[in-house]
């Protein structure tokens, strides 16, 4: 009998149109072989199923990646995609200064939704392989993560550089959280009579 | 006279698991069907969630009781047929959050329900986990059917 432990977690992707949610997510999930090389605006949302193991253990993290539409139209709409939600990843682009004054607002967005309580956010930077069109310093991103107690990553899809670790820190801390409930139902169970 | 009623929910009664949407190589969904409040079916994310009790024989169901943590709501459907389909809604009750002390699900049928298969539903978790502790399903071997058909023929 096979003793592999499938953990499921819905990892929202959320941040400004055009700042590269879909190419992280596309990215990562190819394990680099599909950048997508044109723009299509992503319309409501686009789901993706991604297993990563825990290294040093029998368990498997299946993320369910919603890569959330970031334009204002679809907006209305987003809360019914992030019910029950266990993650989420905001997204910026160092180019573009408006996608990072956005942020404080999608932390307002994100604060509606209730079942994300007790997951730790993260914060990623887009198009890092654009140096010269920079517009938001390592250091700004990394104040504003720290502020609000986000995991800061930085990355480029075009140059697929970095674009795992954000999944694979979300992926950890939800096997972490899973130990630590099971570990409190199981204390609460021995007490049972 | 009074013969206190059997709980039919039992490995060792025939009562098995037909499917559950969460596999925990330690805390698989057979630990409802022990009658031990100390073993548990843990859930591994993501709602809803749900189990499939398969009887051994058709039973009419007369009370059910189920334990478990951090439940927001239950949704109980039975079924009728051999196969596990066809599924009528039994019952449902949204649950109050419990912190980390067992939360009891207690549903009683007004008219008895006759069920081969009792599939329980956990729509939404007060956490991203939920455990299930132990099903009781109280009811009779077979159909009373002197009883309750020609009521339900009836109404």
Known sequence: ?193 | MVVPPDNMALASSGARIAMATSEHPKHPPELVLDGNLKTFWMSTGLFPQEFVVTFPTQITVSKIIVSSMKVAQWNVEASKTDKPSSFEPLGDQAMEDTDNVIQTLSLAPKEPVVARHLRFEIARGFGPFVSVHRVVVYGERGVAEAKNVPQAAES
């Open chain 1, 1 to 193: 009998m096979s003793t592999k432990l499938i953990l499921r977690n819905k990892c929202l992707i959320l941040g400004n149109a055009t700042v590269g949610k879909t190419a992280l997510v596309q990215t990562f999930h190819s394990d680099g072989a599909q950048f997508p090389k044109t723009y299509g605006m992503t319309i409501h949302a686009d789901v993706c199923v991604k297993p990563i193991n825990i290294p040093d253990t029998n368990v498997t993290v299946e993320m369910f990646i919603f890569d959330l539409a970031g334009h204002d139209v679809f907006q209305e709409y987003l809360p019914k995609y992030c019910r029950s939600a266990s993650s989420y990843i905001l997204v910026f682009d160092v180019t573009n200064a408006d996608s990072f004054k956005a942020l404080p607002k999608w932390l307002q967005f994100v604060k509606q939704i209730k079942d994300l309580r007790g997951g730790r956010g993260v914060l990623v930077a887009t198009k890092i392989d654009q140096a010269f069109r920079r517009s938001v310093t390592t250091q700004q991103g990394e104040e504003f993560a720290k502020q609000h107690n986000l995991m800061y990553f930085e990355c480029s899809s075009a140059t697929n550089s970095d674009v795992e670790a954000p999944f694979y820190f979300v992926a950890n801390a939800s096997h972490e959280l899973f130990e630590e409930h099971l570990r409190i139902i199981s204390k609460a169970a021995a007490e049972m009579h």
